[in-house]
């Protein structure tokens, strides 16, 4: 699926495909919640960085947060002019990227399951979301963003 995707003010678009469009993974970590997160998380999602084009690139900034005193390997990428959260990148998997849910301009698929990530690092005013069809890992879950698709039939082709 190409997801479009664009900045409050719309310096920055972009388009990207993805395999997972579906908003389903919230991850309430200190860094995400931070930088960008409404309710206390941040929902990205998995794409294709090898078709990422970017209309003013010249705009992007990125972030990358200390953890253990080294900057980390995970970098956060945000409109220079509005500040808006666009999306994240990870060295260890160049291949893929993962923009916010929240700046895509595209209708997303609305996901009947969730998973929370990340609960150790949970803001204490943050009330989860009740409900059974919600997954919660105190970390990062074993089941990749990929196999959780595919094993729910939800990996486009």
Known sequence: MLLQGSCHCRAVQFTVHSHSPQPYQRCYCSICRKAGGAGGFAINLMADNRTMKITGQDQVAEYRAMTDGQPSEHRRYFCRQCGSH???WNE????LVHPLASVIDTPLPRPDQFVDIMLESAAPWVELHAGNHIERFSDYPAESIEAWHRRRGLWLK
């Open 92 to 95: 260890g998997w160049p291949d």
């Open 86 to 88: 666009l999306w994240a």
